[in-house]
């Protein structure tokens, strides 16, 4: 986050160990994040984070004004050299296109070829099914 301009208020957390953990409301609300990016194999969804907030009255700038984002694949987060798409599709939100406008798909579709022994980048819908992904459901 910080590497694309923005400020990470994850860091303000009072916890130990890995970064998903939950916190009380109260200091969400605190944190008063502007935007919030979703992330990680099992992440929900834009629409699901935002009605999560509505439901729960959490009620922050980020929610209030839309600027949820969901990072896909999920393995653009961290972990592995493909964090570096992360780190432009991050730069895309926070910044106008006149500073930073990634072309995210040609730019996956690229490094996916050079760094994946020539892969093509197949841009993926989001699913939560290991028994039936999308298309494949038993009739």
């Known amino acids: 986050m910080e590497a694309a301009g923005g400020t990470y208020v994850n860091r303000a957390i009072g916890r130990e160990g890995k970064p998903g953990v939950s916190i ?3 200091e969400f609300i605190a ?3 502007e935007y ?3 992330s990680g194999f099992l992440t ?3 629409e699901d984070t935002l009605r999560y907030c509505a439901e729960h009255n959490l009620d922050v700038p980020a929610a209030r004004n839309g600027r949820v984002y969901a990072m896909h694949p999920p393995s653009w987060d961290f972990g592995s050299p493909r964090w570096i798409l ?3 599709t991050i730069a895309n939100v926070l910044h106008p296109p006149d500073r930073f406008a990634f072309r995210i798909d040609e730019e996956a579709d690229e490094f996916y070829r050079r760094f994946y022994g020539g892969v093509p980048y197949r841009a993926s819908a989001a699913n939560r ?3 039936h992904p ?3 459901e038993r009739r």
């Open 24 to 26: 009380p409301r109260e």
């Open 31 to 33: 944190l008063a994040p």
């Open 36 to 38: 919030l990016f979703t």
């Open 44 to 46: 929900s969804t834009v």
């Open 86 to 88: 992360g780190l432009m």
């Open 129 to 131: 099914s290991f028994a």
């Open 134 to 136: 999308p298309g494949t």
